[in-house]
């Protein structure tokens, strides 16, 4: 009964979360990441009974199928959905938690010839996007996302968002995008109308646990653009004030001007009205 329980869920999270899957059979015969999943989990019951050459046959077998490459070392929680898929790599050591998600072209690799554990250990409801590599013995937390393209070599805290490289966090407990009430509401409704029994709580639980994963790995951050924005906004305000003093100067240069020019005046009906009463002085002599 357990099987066919994990069969469904894996069955179900696609559905929660790629929109292009329409029907229970094309997912089962044509997304690559479930049959990779599927594949990893005879290999893995393998590795852990010892029986190495088997297992890598298998997961050798997975990569040629899928083009998703699993160590068999490997632990995976329950709900991981991979998609599309091609290019990803699985360390032996790598430790993936509940509800995870990876983009084609991740890394979960090590960065050495080191022993024991080298591969991240993943968090729950985790999003890795299209060709980020995550490389070490570190933790990603809980409900972190990691950008595309990123290189994470360091641990992200839980529900932080890691862009660039190396990647770095650019937002801790950000806000969601949507309103996270009205999407698990809309969600949940959905999942009911495709038969799910959204009023047992065991189920209704389950189902929130899996639908809590914020797929909005495009909406991130620019940290560069925001430093550029920043710095233009400060030239601008610069300029505003190099003009406003500027307009100042020349009010001061003209009203000195003017000062200037009355003074100069003055000066002169002073100097004319000294002569003329000089000239005055002599006749009166005379």
């Known amino acids: 009964m357990k099987f066919l329980s994990r069969i469904k869920k894996d069955i179900r999270v696609i559905f929660e979360r790629d929109p292009a899957a329409k029907s229970v059979l094309e997912v089962v015969l044509c997304y690559s990441g479930l049959h990779a999943i599927w594949l990893h989990r005879i290999s893995h019951a393998l590795f852990k009974r010892g029986w190495i050459v088997s297992a890598r046959l298998v997961s ?9 490459e699993i160590h068999p070392g490997a632990t995976i929680g329950d709900g991981l959905f991979i998609d599309h898929g091609t290019g990803i790599v ?40 299209t060709g980020a590599k995550v490389l070490g013995s570190f933790k990603v937390g809980d409900h972190a996302k990691i950008g595309a ?30 309103n996270e009430e009205e999407y698990r509401d809309a969600l949940l409704e959905l999942c009911k109308a495709r038969g799910y029994d959204v009023n047992n709580p065991h189920v209704r639980a389950e189902l929130l646990e899996e639908i809590d994963v914020d797929l909005n790995h495009d909406i991130l951050p620019d940290p560069e653009r925001e430093m550029i924005e920043v710095a233009l906004r400060q030239i601008q305000r610069l300029e ?9 100067l020349a009010a001061a240069r003209a009203e000195i001007s003017a000062e200037a020019m009355r003074t100069s005046s003055l000066e002169v009906s002073l100097s004319d ?11 009166h002599e005379r």
């Open 240 to 248: 505003r004030r190099v003009n406003e003093l500027e307009t100042e």
């Open 149 to 178: 393209g990123s290189v994470v070599l360091k641990e992200v805290p839980p529900h932080a968002t890691v862009v660039g490289i190396p990647g770095r966090v650019v937002v801790l407990h950000g806000t969601r995008v949507h």
């Open 90 to 129: 699985i360390g032996e050591t790598a430790e993936l938690g509940k509800n995870v998600t990876l983009y084609q072209g991740v890394t979960l690799g090590g960065t050495g010839k080191e022993k024991g554990k080298r591969h991240p250990t993943i968090g729950n409801n985790v999003v890795v996007a």
């Open 273 to 283: 009205g000294k002569v003329d009463l000089t000239k005055r002085s002599v006749e």
């Open 60 to 68: 050798n077998f997975c990569r040629f199928l899928t083009g998703i």
